[in-house]
Protein backbone atom coordinates (compact mmCIF):
# COMPACT_ATOMS: atom_id res chain seq x y z
CA UNK A 1 0.00 0.00 0.00
CA UNK A 2 1.96 3.30 -1.19
CA UNK A 3 0.13 5.78 1.09
CA UNK A 4 0.14 3.34 4.47
CA UNK A 5 2.02 5.63 6.71
CA UNK A 6 -0.67 7.91 5.45
CA UNK A 7 -3.01 6.19 6.29
CA UNK A 8 -1.54 5.27 9.32
CA UNK A 9 -0.80 8.29 10.78
CA UNK A 10 -3.82 9.93 10.69
CA UNK A 11 -5.68 6.94 12.61
CA UNK A 12 -7.00 7.01 16.03
CA UNK A 13 -4.57 3.93 17.02
CA UNK A 14 -1.08 5.35 15.64
CA UNK A 15 -1.95 9.47 15.53
CA UNK A 16 1.17 11.31 16.82
CA UNK A 17 3.76 7.89 16.31
CA UNK A 18 6.94 9.05 15.26
CA UNK A 19 7.65 7.90 11.66
CA UNK A 20 10.10 5.66 12.22
CA UNK A 21 8.03 3.56 14.14
CA UNK A 22 5.12 3.97 11.89
CA UNK A 23 7.21 2.58 8.70
CA UNK A 24 7.93 -0.28 11.29
CA UNK A 25 4.06 -0.76 11.99
CA UNK A 26 3.66 -0.64 7.99
CA UNK A 27 5.86 -3.18 7.48
CA UNK A 28 3.97 -5.88 9.36
CA UNK A 29 0.57 -5.03 7.90
CA UNK A 30 -1.29 -6.75 5.47
CA UNK A 31 -3.88 -5.13 3.02
CA UNK A 32 -7.33 -6.94 2.56
CA UNK A 33 -10.31 -6.09 0.88
CA UNK A 34 -13.98 -6.79 1.88
CA UNK A 35 -17.15 -6.77 -0.32
CA UNK A 36 -20.55 -5.50 1.43
CA UNK A 37 -22.07 -8.03 3.67
CA UNK A 38 -18.35 -10.40 3.84
CA UNK A 39 -17.36 -11.50 6.91
CA UNK A 40 -14.50 -10.37 8.98
CA UNK A 41 -14.39 -12.68 11.62
CA UNK A 42 -16.92 -14.32 13.76
CA UNK A 43 -17.35 -14.28 17.72
CA UNK A 44 -15.45 -17.01 18.94
CA UNK A 45 -12.30 -17.18 16.34
CA UNK A 46 -9.36 -16.75 17.59
CA UNK A 47 -7.66 -13.11 17.92
CA UNK A 48 -4.79 -13.30 15.68
CA UNK A 49 -4.67 -10.01 15.24
CA UNK A 50 -6.72 -6.62 14.49
CA UNK A 51 -7.96 -4.48 11.67
CA UNK A 52 -7.71 -0.61 11.03
CA UNK A 53 -10.61 0.79 8.52
CA UNK A 54 -9.07 2.72 5.73
CA UNK A 55 -12.46 3.59 3.48
CA UNK A 56 -16.04 1.70 4.68
CA UNK A 57 -17.43 0.75 7.59
CA UNK A 58 -18.21 -2.22 9.84
CA UNK A 59 -20.38 -3.57 12.23
CA UNK A 60 -19.53 -5.61 15.41
CA UNK A 61 -22.83 -7.27 16.80
CA UNK A 62 -23.66 -10.46 19.11
CA UNK A 63 -26.49 -12.69 18.59
CA UNK A 64 -28.81 -13.77 20.92
CA UNK A 65 -29.60 -17.45 21.31
CA UNK A 66 -32.92 -16.42 19.61
CA UNK A 67 -30.66 -15.02 16.80
CA UNK A 68 -31.49 -11.39 17.45
CA UNK A 69 -28.76 -8.93 16.24
CA UNK A 70 -27.59 -6.54 18.72
CA UNK A 71 -24.90 -3.87 17.10
CA UNK A 72 -22.14 -2.83 19.91
CA UNK A 73 -20.26 -0.52 17.28
CA UNK A 74 -20.52 0.63 13.78
CA UNK A 75 -16.87 1.21 12.67
CA UNK A 76 -15.71 3.48 9.96
CA UNK A 77 -12.50 5.25 8.45
CA UNK A 78 -9.84 5.24 10.70
CA UNK A 79 -11.00 2.91 13.64
CA UNK A 80 -10.15 -0.19 14.54
CA UNK A 81 -11.48 -3.40 15.31
CA UNK A 82 -10.35 -6.95 17.30
CA UNK A 83 -7.72 -4.93 18.94
CA UNK A 84 -8.65 -6.17 22.68
CA UNK A 85 -7.69 -10.03 21.55
CA UNK A 86 -4.47 -9.05 20.38
CA UNK A 87 -3.43 -7.88 24.22
CA UNK A 88 -5.09 -10.67 26.26
CA UNK A 89 -4.43 -13.55 23.72
CA UNK A 90 -7.91 -14.26 23.26
CA UNK A 91 -10.74 -15.33 20.93
CA UNK A 92 -12.87 -12.49 19.63
CA UNK A 93 -15.40 -11.89 21.63
CA UNK A 94 -18.23 -10.64 18.85
CA UNK A 95 -18.91 -10.49 15.22
CA UNK A 96 -17.25 -8.22 12.56
CA UNK A 97 -18.91 -7.39 9.26
CA UNK A 98 -18.50 -5.11 6.42
CA UNK A 99 -21.67 -3.03 5.72
CA UNK A 100 -20.41 -1.34 2.87
CA UNK A 101 -17.67 -2.14 0.46
CA UNK A 102 -14.15 -2.06 2.72
CA UNK A 103 -10.35 -1.55 2.54
CA UNK A 104 -8.97 -3.06 5.84
CA UNK A 105 -5.50 -3.07 7.59
CA UNK A 106 -4.28 -6.35 9.20
CA UNK A 107 -1.65 -6.53 11.69
CA UNK A 108 -0.96 -10.02 12.94
CA UNK A 109 -1.04 -10.13 16.84
CA UNK A 110 2.20 -12.42 17.06
CA UNK A 111 4.22 -9.44 15.18
CA UNK A 112 2.34 -6.33 16.52
CA UNK A 113 2.93 -7.56 20.14
CA UNK A 114 6.57 -8.01 19.42
CA UNK A 115 6.87 -4.69 18.10
CA UNK A 116 5.15 -2.37 20.93
CA UNK A 117 6.85 -4.09 23.76
CA UNK A 118 9.76 -1.38 23.85
CA UNK A 119 7.19 1.43 22.65
CA UNK A 120 5.32 3.06 25.34
CA UNK A 121 3.78 5.68 23.02
CA UNK A 122 2.27 3.31 21.04
CA UNK A 123 0.80 1.37 23.68
CA UNK A 124 -0.73 4.53 25.29
CA UNK A 125 -2.31 5.80 21.92
CA UNK A 126 -3.82 2.23 21.81
CA UNK A 127 -5.04 2.38 25.74
CA UNK A 128 -6.71 5.48 24.27
CA UNK A 129 -8.46 3.55 21.76
CA UNK A 130 -9.26 0.77 24.26
CA UNK A 131 -10.51 3.13 27.03
CA UNK A 132 -12.72 4.88 24.59
CA UNK A 133 -14.26 1.44 23.63
CA UNK A 134 -15.00 1.13 27.50
CA UNK A 135 -17.15 4.62 27.51
CA UNK A 136 -18.75 3.20 24.48
CA UNK A 137 -19.95 0.04 26.60
CA UNK A 138 -20.76 1.64 29.56
CA UNK A 139 -23.02 4.39 27.92
CA UNK A 140 -24.83 1.96 25.65
CA UNK A 141 -25.60 -0.74 28.61
CA UNK A 142 -26.82 2.52 30.27
CA UNK A 143 -29.13 3.30 27.55
CA UNK A 144 -30.70 -0.14 26.71
CA UNK A 145 -30.91 -1.16 30.81
CA UNK A 146 -32.35 2.26 31.97
CA UNK A 147 -33.93 4.58 29.53
CA UNK A 148 -36.56 4.50 27.45
CA UNK A 149 -36.32 4.84 23.93
CA UNK A 150 -36.68 8.61 23.76
CA UNK A 151 -34.13 8.83 26.24
CA UNK A 152 -31.56 6.28 24.64
CA UNK A 153 -31.74 8.01 21.06
CA UNK A 154 -30.76 11.25 22.72
CA UNK A 155 -28.07 10.29 24.77
CA UNK A 156 -26.69 8.54 20.86
CA UNK A 157 -27.07 11.91 19.09
CA UNK A 158 -25.23 13.74 21.77
CA UNK A 159 -22.82 10.98 21.81
CA UNK A 160 -22.31 11.23 17.92
CA UNK A 161 -22.00 14.91 18.24
CA UNK A 162 -19.46 15.17 20.76
CA UNK A 163 -17.41 12.02 18.52
CA UNK A 164 -17.95 14.00 15.10
CA UNK A 165 -16.77 17.06 16.88
CA UNK A 166 -19.50 19.48 15.70
CA UNK A 167 -22.38 20.11 18.71
CA UNK A 168 -24.98 21.28 16.11
CA UNK A 169 -24.76 19.07 13.67
CA UNK A 170 -25.13 15.37 12.94
CA UNK A 171 -23.72 12.80 10.40
CA UNK A 172 -25.75 9.35 10.73
CA UNK A 173 -23.52 7.28 8.16
CA UNK A 174 -25.82 4.29 9.04
CA UNK A 175 -29.83 3.70 8.55
CA UNK A 176 -31.86 4.01 10.54
CA UNK A 177 -32.51 0.52 11.23
CA UNK A 178 -29.06 -0.53 12.04
CA UNK A 179 -29.38 2.95 14.51
CA UNK A 180 -32.60 1.18 16.43
CA UNK A 181 -30.75 -2.10 16.72
CA UNK A 182 -27.86 -0.14 18.35
CA UNK A 183 -30.76 1.44 20.61
CA UNK A 184 -32.14 -1.81 21.25
CA UNK A 185 -35.56 -0.79 19.44
CA UNK A 186 -37.33 -1.10 15.92
CA UNK A 187 -37.21 1.56 12.80
CA UNK A 188 -40.91 2.21 13.71
CA UNK A 189 -40.11 3.41 17.52
CA UNK A 190 -37.06 4.93 16.50
CA UNK A 191 -38.81 6.88 13.78
CA UNK A 192 -41.81 7.65 16.53
CA UNK A 193 -39.13 9.28 18.45
CA UNK A 194 -37.45 11.26 16.01
CA UNK A 195 -40.64 12.78 14.68
CA UNK A 196 -41.40 13.99 18.52
CA UNK A 197 -38.21 15.66 19.15
CA UNK A 198 -38.81 17.49 15.65
CA UNK A 199 -42.07 18.34 16.84
CA UNK A 200 -41.12 19.39 20.07
CA UNK A 201 -38.49 21.75 17.84
CA UNK A 202 -35.51 19.43 19.69
CA UNK A 203 -33.83 18.52 16.42
CA UNK A 204 -34.29 19.40 12.35
CA UNK A 205 -33.81 16.33 9.98
CA UNK A 206 -32.48 16.58 6.67
CA UNK A 207 -31.78 13.25 5.10
CA UNK A 208 -29.21 11.83 6.94
CA UNK A 209 -28.34 15.19 8.56
CA UNK A 210 -29.60 16.16 12.32
CA UNK A 211 -29.38 19.58 13.66
CA UNK A 212 -29.36 20.43 16.82
CA UNK A 213 -31.93 23.28 17.64
CA UNK A 214 -32.47 22.52 22.02
CA UNK A 215 -29.17 20.95 23.35
CA UNK A 216 -30.24 21.20 26.55
CA UNK A 217 -33.29 20.10 26.05
CA UNK A 218 -32.39 17.00 24.49
CA UNK A 219 -29.28 16.50 27.37
CA UNK A 220 -32.52 16.92 29.54
CA UNK A 221 -34.19 14.28 27.79
CA UNK A 222 -30.74 11.62 27.92
CA UNK A 223 -30.32 12.69 31.10
CA UNK A 224 -34.06 11.39 32.35
CA UNK A 225 -34.57 8.68 29.86
CA UNK A 226 -38.10 9.52 30.10
CA UNK A 227 -39.95 11.76 27.37
CA UNK A 228 -42.02 14.23 29.68
CA UNK A 229 -43.44 15.91 26.86
Given at each position: MTNCIDVLSKSQLFGGVSEDHLKKIS???VERHFNKGAMIFFDGDEGNGFYLI???AVKVYKLSPEGREQILHIVSEGGAIGAVPVFFGESFPANAQAISESRLIFFPRTK??????NNPSLTMNILAVLSMRLREFTIQ???LSLKEIPGRLAAYLLYR???QGNKDLIKLNISKLQIA????TGPESL???LGDM???KLIEVDGSTIRVIDRGALEALAQEGKNSG
Open positions: RISVTGFVDLITIENSEENILGSRAKNR
